[in-house]
């Protein structure tokens, strides 16, 4: 190498790291990512925030987002929680250490997912979650900047509950599910919901937590009349309900499943009569909408990975980044967290996702309920908003 | 000739047994008299395994120091405990059947038969649990389980203790009885006349040491002896 | 109604006799060796996963059930000779130990099988009606396969020659000793056979529940209160206890509650500990 080859890298090697200042007409607006990247709950977590990433290099892409006469690009800080609360506040904290970090979206379920709430709510800056414990604090006193990106169960409800007494045909129900403050809450939903459809509630039995034997259970729902079971909320419960009552027989063969995956009946398709699930954001499987078949493409394109029945979660926070710039736009600031989390709440926004926040920071938005029936699996779209 | 030259036993910091050396001829009854904690029943267990020890125990050119019990059961050496070490839940056939534990099936049944026929009450209590048993017929019964295994030499420790005299004399005439048959035994004993009674050899001892040895007469002659023993 | 309880009654047994199994093996290892050996549910675990992946690699389930019972007798094996000798004796330190495995194991299983719940295919599936009953065809095997198996141990404990040196082992070590039994070779059969019964009932749960890294907690929780309702170390007593409880939580939760279902079982144990101190049998007869 010679001399003259030497000095010219160097010069253009210094040029290059002079460029960004000498030509910055762009800022930056730090976007906190938080969730649990390792351990049970990643795989919630990992789609959950390759969906933001996905649409942080989008709008990137794009050229930025102009906010009064700047135009800003988002550059993502990313924490993992481990699925595990007090690594979740944590990393809560490591991210609230950034003062610039004024925006924050992650976590899916609710054990590392409570601590970080609260973590950013006493911080005061605005915090999109997902997890169902999030119910109990949107909209409570001093947490005025938190918001859940997911329906909670009464919105969720008010679509799958008609979509089940179509799809199933159903007149008499019975339910059956954990004992634990989440069961009792959907109970309360679920019960008057399905009277008003037109579906008796036959019997209500909630079993201990944990339990691997329904057998004794079960039993109590024969000869009851019964052509259906609303059961919940997880999948090994499901699995081993759906499972045991084939075993057991004398059971209905339809299920209406208060979850997010149709995994509980894949294996028991030809032996059950129908199985509803909740798809809270879209149907990526059987996709019907041009949306969401556009998405899927973009997806694979950016994270290099195939679409699993875990990635609809990546959907659970890509259309509020959108909307989180336009609520920027808004209030005219990148710097202040109410000002914008009031924007948000009661925006709309026709992203691949049909959505919107109420006043108190719910999410309403349509849904997909998964149909598995007669061996067939597709969607049916429930608009809600 | 069972032969035991320097045995010492140790638990922890205490010195059990001291360099004991001692030898029992071929057929002889002997037996080792000694107060509480003098180490007869430390000797007893380390001829057969039970506690680790230093020193020679042999049969002839045998050596089977450092063997485990089940080998030196194999050999010929057979214990019976202080404490009968029975198994109380147990009818006495069982009992006796695991006596010949090691043995073919065909021994086993064999020498039953022969126990059982030899000692009525085996017979009549066999499918007593043994624990329910009184404490004499249980020394019986512990005896006639170290017999199944048909040794060649038989240790037994304390065989009197808690015995009635009744009981103690019917012990004796069975001990006598194995004597004549050829058996070589080695009693561990606190009664003293009980071994002189039966006794061809008696060997002292007294804080892990082997203080006096020699025929019963010659032994008991001794006055440190019979102040000791026979409290006189 | 009568047939009613009638199924209730089998349900219950059907769980009892996986149960009775776990028990023991448990009660077997302390009874005789005098290890409460709180590794004993990841045997149960272990056992199913090797169920699992057998059955995933095609094995079908038979042949898989039995790689999972020899897996598992060459991991009691194992475990008697470079953890459990070691302790013979100290309770604590026996205490302390089981309890580092059930860490290092559970979270070794997490880690390497994932936390996901894996469901094994029952090598028979759906129901059959037993004159007016309709029972779980997989459940009446399992049911028929665990009699099979605690019979079979009870048969052996009671005529074989070694089934007598472990119970002489188990009523006076030393006795045992004195008659030639090789203590410490024995120690090591009862647990290989323990953990091997481990590995049997893991087959048996698999072919019925999910698999998890954690399953293995309540049978070992459930075996614990059984050993000790049996009158620790009381092998009939196990057996029976095991059963008792399986009726129990199928009563209790068919005509109870069941969000109480695993509380019958700790109801059963104060009241055992309370009126029979020494076990259902009482101790003079129980034991092995
Ligand atoms: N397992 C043991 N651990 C510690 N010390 C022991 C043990 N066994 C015996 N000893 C001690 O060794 C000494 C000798 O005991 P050993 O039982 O051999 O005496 P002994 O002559 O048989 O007495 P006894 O007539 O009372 O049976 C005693 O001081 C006793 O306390
Ligand atoms: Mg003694």
């Known amino acids: 190498m010679n001399i003259g080859r030497l000095l010219s890298i160097i010069a253009s090697a210094s040029l290059a790291l002079w460029a960004p200042g000498a030509l910055a007409q762009t800022d930056t607006v730090k976007l906190g990512v938080i969730g649990s990247l390792t351990g049970p709950h990643s795989g919630w977590d990992v789609p959950a925030s390759d969906g933001v990433q996905m649409a942080v290099s989008e709008i990137n892409a794009a050229g930025g987002f102009k906010v009064g006469d700047k135009t800003y690009k988002f550059s993502v800080v990313q924490e993992d929680t481990q699925s595990k609360p007090d690594i979740a506040a944590t990393a809560a904290q490591k991210l609230l250490s950034d003062e610039d970090i004024r925006f924050v979206m992650g976590v899916l379920t609710s054990t590392p ?44 409800a008010k679509g799958f509950v008609p979509a089940a007494a179509k799809e199933l045909g159903l007149k008499r129900v019975g339910m059956l599910l954990p004992n634990d403050d989440v069961s009792k809450s959907i109970v309360k939903i679920y019960e008057p919901l399905f009277k008003q459809n037109g579906i008796e509630v036959g019997l209500v039995e909630l079993f201990q937590p944990g339990t691997t034997d329904f057998a004794p259970v ?8 019964l052509d259906g079971l609303f059961i919940g909320y997880s999948d090994p419960d499901a699995e081993a309900i759906i499972r045991q009552s084939l075993e057991i027989g004398g059971l209905p063969t339809k299920f209406v499943y208060r979850g997010g995956s149709s995994q509980p009946a894949a294996k028991y398709a030809d032996k059950i009569d129908g199985f509803l699930w909740q798809i809270l954001t ?60 009031a924007k948000l709440k009661g925006m709309a926004y026709d992203g691949v996702r049909r959505m919107s926040y109420n006043g108190e920071g719910r999410a309403i938005t349509d849904i997909d309920i998964g149909v598995l029936k007669g061996g067939k699996v597709y969607s049916i779209p429930q608009k809600i908003l | 000739m069972l032969t035991v030259e320097n045995l010492k036993v140790a638990y922890g910091r205490v010195e059990a047994v001291r360099g004991v050396s001692f030898a029992v001829p071929a ?121 199944m295994a048909e040794p060649r030499i038989l240790l037994i420790d304390e065989p009197c203790l808690g015995l009635a005299p009744i009981m103690i004399r019917r012990v004796a005439a069975v001990l006598r009885d194995l004597h004549a048959a050829g058996l070589t035994i080695l009693i561990a004993e606190q009664n003293a006349s009980f071994a002189t009674a039966i006794a061809e050899h008696l060997l002292v001892m007294e804080n892990g040491r082997i203080t006096q040895a020699g025929p019963p007469a010659a032994v008991m002659a001794h006055a440190d002896v019979r102040r000791a023993y026979l409290g006189i | 109604m009568g047939l009613d309880i009638a199924q209730t009654l089998i349900d219950g047994l059907m769980v009892g006799g996986l149960y009775a199994t ?29 169920t699992f992946f057998g059955v995933q690699a095609g094995l079908g389930f038979w042949l898989s059930a039995a790689l999972a019972v020899l897996a598992m007798a060459a991991f009691g094996a194992i475990l008697e000779q470079l953890v459990f000798r070691r302790t013979l004796g100290d309770h604590m330190a026996g205490l302390a130990v089981s309890l580092g495995l059930i860490m290092v194991i559970e979270n070794l299983a997490a880690a390497t099988f994932s936390p996901d719940p894996r469901f094994v295919d029952p090598p028979v599936s759906g129901s059959i009606m037993v004159g007016p009953l309709q029972l779980s065809s997989q459940r009446l095997l399992v049911l028929a396969i665990s009699t099979a198996l605690i019979g079979g141990f009870y048969l052996f404990l009671q005529r074989a020659t070694l089934g007598k040196a472990i119970r002489a082992m188990a009523q006076n070590r030393q006795g045992a000793a004195l008659v030639g039994v090789r203590v410490s070779l024995v120690s090591r059969t009862i647990f290989t056979i323990g953990s091997a019964l481990a590995g049997a009932a893991g087959a048996l749960y ?83």
């Open chain 1, 113 to 156: 997912g409570v601590p970080v709430a609260n973590q950013m709510a006493r911080a005061k800056v605005l915090y999109v979650g997902g997890f169902t414990a999030m119910d109990g604090l949107v909209g409570t006193k001093g947490k005025e900047l938190l918001l859940r990106a997911l329906d909670t169960d009464e919105t969720a």
């Open chain 1, 218 to 225: 079960l039993r109590k729902f024969q000869n009851q009349g």
């Open chain 1, 282 to 341: 879209r149907d990526l499987a059987n996709p019907s909408d041009d949306k969401v078949k556009d998405w899927i493409l973009r997806y694979k394109a950016f994270t290099k990975k195939e679409v699993t029945p875990q990635t609809y979660w990546a959907l659970t926070f890509y259309d509020t980044v959108f909307m989180l710039v336009k609520a920027m736009q808004e209030a005219g600031t990148v710097t202040d967290p109410a000002a914008v989390a």
């Open chain 2, 27 to 147: 057929g002889q009854i002997a037996a080792l008299i000694g107060a509480n904690g003098a180490g007869k029943s430390s000797t007893l267990n380390a001829l057969t395994g039970l506690v680790r020890c230093r020193g020679k125990i042999a049969e002839g050119d045998i050596r089977f120091d450092g063997l485990a019990t089940d080998a030196i059961v194999r050999h010929g050496v057979v214990q019976v405990a202080q404490g009968r070490q029975l198994f109380p839940l147990m009818s006495v056939r069982e009992n006796l059947e695991l006596g010949a534990f090691l043995r073919s099936a065909a021994d086993k049944r064999r020498r039953l038969d022969e126990l059982m026929a030899r000692f009525p009450l085996l017979a009549e209590r066999a499918e007593q649990a043994a624990g329910t048993l009184s404490g004499g017929e249980q020394q019986l019964v512990a005896i006639a389980r170290a017999l």
């Open chain 3, 22 to 50: 776990v028990a023991l093996g448990i009660t077997l290892v302390f009874g005789l060796v005098g290890i409460l050996n709180f590794a004993h549910g990841q045997s149960v675990m272990l056992g199913a996963y090797v």
């Open chain 3, 206 to 288: 698999a072919s019925l529940f999910a698999v998890t890294p954690y399953m293995g907690n309540t049978p070992l929780t459930k075996g614990f209160i059984l050993a000790a309702l049996g009158g620790l170390g009381s092998v009939p007593g196990a057996i029976a206890a095991g059963f008792l409880l399986g009726i129990a939580e199928s009563f209790g939760s068919r005509y109870l509650s069941a969000s109480f279902r695993d509380g019958y079982g700790f109801i059963l144990l104060i009241l055992a500990l309370l009126f029979l101190p020494t076990g259902l049998f009482g101790a003079g007869k129980a034991r092995v």
